[in-house]
């Protein structure tokens, strides 16, 4: 018997979307401004994923000039129709609301290549894709209410797409519009044919604490749907602010090999049931069929902190995580987790023959929407270390390195260390939307490179140069529930010319990232059990 501890893919890994291919899962989630995009999911056994690729991986598939934290790309579904997969997708623009767009690309193995985007005319966000028997194709998603009742009030639609034309055809179906009067943000709806009868399984609430699942069923995939009487079939929102993990929804279910169900979802670890430093995770859940509905988590009413999968593989190695069996240590620039800001990371920086970056500096700062020099890697632990080790040689006077934990370019802390005629200078400073504010700062002796830390602990994050703490930064004050957005916290290297013409480059000697304990899943461990006010 194989156990699988939740969640599933700790850290930043919102909006997940499954299906089977034979004995085979495949999953994508949202990335947003981070690239590549799209992390597509191998797995035998739900418990062991790999990451075989990234959906969106070439500097020309998409345009994410400009477009700022928490914008970029959304909610992905990925799906696969005998022949090939498919992904849809969208791409915002948070100041423009004219570009990006939903659209779909395709592959014939989910490694890649994947296809140019085929953009689909139509507004909104969270398409998603479903396959008749009859070979029809059925386009899906959610936009605002065309004509609102209440604020937030949004739609579902359905539409056939033609293969051929590439392109929506016939008469678009407005077919649910949330199952509670006055619900928010109806949303991320999946279409699934199941028993002869099409199922519609939708978020609503918001993505945040008050995120539920609800479920419709219909003869027709245009509907009438009717709603299931339970719903909302799942959320954590009744539990109240005493448990740990809040905000579950955004589901898409799977039939495994032996008939049996599951679901994956995003919902957050919040320690103090508000604050989620490590943003939106994809959590799995067990789901069994009643009366022609689908039960989430059934006889418990929760995300079950591990789930028993009788068919799979041997557990998860202790000491490690997923995706791709990662161990504490060093990330080398050929390790899958790197990404960086609207550009790929072989854009901005050359990986060397020893494993290490050489980042080249760019105008650009932290707090600008562009093309920085940055690279990073997904927070996915509460308690952990992050070193780097930088080599300045190259660094040209008056350039600044560091490393930062990163929320947006309006929220995140840092440790910069600028290069001087006479020495170094080395600031500990957090941003705060408009304000950067400086915790210390001290001048060291002009030296080739520098150590820098940051120490994480629950919700306190300290900057650390060589082996003196500069500061520590409350993480409530980081995160999505404070600054707003969709993400969660990145630990990465920078380099900039504060707007000047650069000159000079970083090499990142040595990166690492070593959780001080599993506590990632022991706190989890008490979901349900640990009372109001209790620690």
Do not use: K
């Amino acid at each position: 018997m194989t156990t699988v501890s939740n969640p599933l893919l700790p850290g930043c890994y919102p909006d997940p979307s499954v299906c089977r291919v034979g004995d085979d899962y495949y999953l994508v989630t949202s990335t947003f401004e981070y690239l590549p995009g799209l992390p597509v999911l191998h797995s035998r056994d739900l418990v062991h994923w790999e990451t075989v690729g990234h959906a969106v991986d070439r500097a020309d598939m998409l345009d994410f000039a400009g477009i700022r934290s928490s914008g970029g790309l959304y909610a992905p579904t990925i799906r696969h129709d005998g022949e090939r997969f498919w992904i849809v997708c969208t791409l915002v623009d948070p100041t423009d609301a004219t570009r990006g767009g939903n659209f779909l690309i395709t592959a014939a193995d989910p490694a890649g290549p994947w296809s140019d985007p085929i953009w689909l005319d139509v507004d909104g966000i969270d398409p998603s894709v479903a396959f008749g028997e009859d070979g029809r194709i059925w386009m899906h998603g959610t936009r605002l209410a065309r004509e609102p009742q209440w604020h937030h009030q949004t739609e579902i639609w359905v539409r056939e797409y033609s293969g051929t034309e590439q392109a929506l055809v016939g008469a678009e179906h407005v077919i649910w519009r949330g199952a509670v009067n006055g619900a928010v943000w109806a949303e991320a709806p999946h279409l699934y044919r199941i028993d002869g009868r099409w199922y519609l399984i939708a978020a609503e609430g918001g993505t945040e604490f008050h995120h539920a699942v609800s479920v419709a069923r219909a003869d027709d995939v245009t509907g009438p749907y009717e709603g299931n009487r339970a719903n909302p079939v799942f959320s954590h929102r009744h539990l109240g602010r005493g448990v740990r993990v809040i905000g579950a929804g955004h589901a898409d279910i799977v039939e495994a090999q032996d008939g049996s169900w599951y679901a994956v979802m995003l919902a957050m670890r919040a320690e103090d049931g508000s604050h989620y430093p490590l943003g939106r995770e994809t959590f799995l859940c067990p789901v069994a069929w009643e009366e022609g509905w689908p039960v989430f988590a059934p006889g418990y009413g929760v995300l079950p902190e591990s789930i028993e999968v009788p068919w799979a593989g041997d557990d998860v190695a202790a000491g490690t995580w997923q995706p791709d069996d990662r161990r504490s240590g060093s990330v080398a620039s050929d390790d899958l987790r790197w990404t960086s800001l609207r550009e790929l990371p072989e854009e901005i920086a050359v990986a060397q023959s020893d494993g290490t970056w050489q980042l080249a500096v760019r105008a650009e700062s932290l707090a600008d929407a562009g093309t920085v020099a940055f690279l990073g890697v997904r927070q996915q632990h509460a308690d952990v270390d992050v070193t780097g080790v930088l080599d300045m040689s190259a660094l040209a006077e008056g350039e600044t390195t560091g490393l930062v934990v990163r929320q947006s370019e309006r929220d995140h802390a840092a440790l910069q260390v600028t290069r001087n005629a006479d020495g170094l200078l080395v600031r500990a400073v957090h941003r705060r939307g408009d304000q950067e504010n400086l915790e210390a700062a001290r001048d060291l002796p002009m030296a080739e490179s520098v150590r820098l830390t940051v120490r994480a602990r629950g919700y306190a994050y300290e900057l650390v140069c060589g082996e003196e703490c500069l500061a520590t930064i409350n993480g409530r004050e980081l995160d999505a529930a404070s600054t707003g957005g969709f993400l969660g916290l990145w630990f990465g290297v920078f380099a900039t010319s504060h707007g000047r013409q650069p000159r000079g480059s970083v090499r990142i000697h040595d990166f690492r990232y070593e959780p001080s304990s599993m506590l990632w899943q022991c706190r989890y461990s008490e979901v349900t059990r640990r009372a109001p006010g209790q620690e």
